[in-house]
């Protein structure tokens, strides 16, 4: 977070402008059209001058349109439906806060006040605009007319395909001003920026272990027995040929969040036994790791440990799909996480 003040000496500053530029990251699947929450700074505008007839701000989507609520990059799409807005229009230092959200309440019938309703050419503040702001039919506003104001974008809508041809899009969202009889508005203060990662990779480690054997002592049978550390890191395989950018996603399980699934396959099926055999993979903190079921830190795999457990044929139970289980025993398996 930035925070940018401006001061000079010798000078009383009548105006404040406080800009805080916030880049955050959101994880989607491929197939979704989700609703977001997010946490954006905008912009806040304390005691500006209102010198004409007009003083408007607004957040805006790209550049392809000055109001535009929208922007679609790759094949991926990023829609605004919510800010957190408040508009104050002061009078020699007096008046009334109203809440501008959009998708809030409609415009207030006495919005922005001060009894200028009866006067107004135009104005928005919340339901279904992001504008903010007013202009008067035939009255220019002097010295004593100040604004308040804060804006920020805090819901939107992703859309990303099935059939998604990019891993991550960058959005900007724009804070736009136009007062004192300026013809156009202006970016004022840093552009929010949301990147949004499509996450559709698959990690895989495995173990070709020769040396197993349970008919040595090497591997003790039973769920006490000793545990075998799985030396080795995560390989990291994505469709796009981009890695890395989402996998310290995971916090909840909520739509930004990473989700991983993991099972074990057998690599080469040689070697049999003719005894059953459970591999058991635990996490460093002593917990069993469960096929099928949901995790959120893949990268904790980098230091699993690994648990044989053979058992007679007879004992073989194929419908536990907490471990991997091979009636023939085979000494060379792959786990395959899939995480999105």
Same mark, same amino acid.
């Given at each position: ?184 508005? /202006? ?11 499509? /996450? ?22 039973? /769920? ?117």
């Amino acid at each position: 977070m930035i925070k940018i003040k401006g001061i000079m000496l010798f000078l009383i500053v009548t105006s404040t402008f406080n800009v805080y530029a916030n880049d955050i990251d959101v994880f989607v699947n491929p197939g979704r059209d989700v609703v977001v929450p997010v946490v954006l700074d905008g912009i806040t505008l304390n005691n500006q001058l209102v010198n004409s007839e007009f003083f408007w701000a607004h957040e805006r989507v790209g550049t392809s349109d000055e109001y535009s609520r929208s922007e679609t990059r790759g094949n991926i799409t990023l829609s605004m439906v919510g800010t957190a807005s408040t508009f104050r229009l002061l009078f020699n230092g007096g008046g009334t806060n109203w809440n501008c959200n959009l998708g809030g309440n409609p415009l207030p019938g006495a919005f922005p006040g001060h009894n200028l309703a009866g006067n107004i050419l135009h104005r928005f503040c919340g339901g279904g605009s992001q504008r903010l702001g007013f202009h008067l039919r035939n009255r220019v506003l002097r010295n004593n007319w100040r604004v308040n104001l804060r804006t920020r974008v805090n819901q939107v809508r992703i859309v990303v395909p099935a059939n998604a041809t990019t891993q991550q899009e960058r959005f900007s969202i724009f804070h736009r001003v136009q007062r004192n009889n300026a013809d156009r508005p /202006i970016n004022v203060g840093t552009a929010d920026r949301i990147t949004v990662h499509i /996450i559709q990779n698959t990690c895989t480690f495995g173990a070709n272990n020769a040396d197993i054997d349970i008919n040595v002592g090497d591997i003790t049978p039973g /769920i006490d027995g000793p545990r075998t550390p799985v030396d080795l890191d995560l390989t990291c395989i994505s469709e796009n040929n981009e890695v890395g950018t989402a996998v310290n996603a995971g916090l909840s399980n909520t739509e930004n969040t990473m989700l991983a699934n993991y099972r074990i396959e057998e690599n080469i099926a040689s070697n049999f036994n003719d005894k059953a055999v459970n591999v058991f993979l635990f996490r460093p903190n002593n917990v069993r790791v469960n096929l099928g079921q949901v995790y959120d830190d893949i990268f904790e795999l980098n230091n699993l440990e690994y648990q044989v457990i053979p058992s007679p044929i007879d004992e073989f139970d194929p419908h536990d799909n907490t471990a991997a289980q091979f009636g023939a025993f085979t000494r060379s398996y792959n786990v395959i996480i899939d995480y999105f």
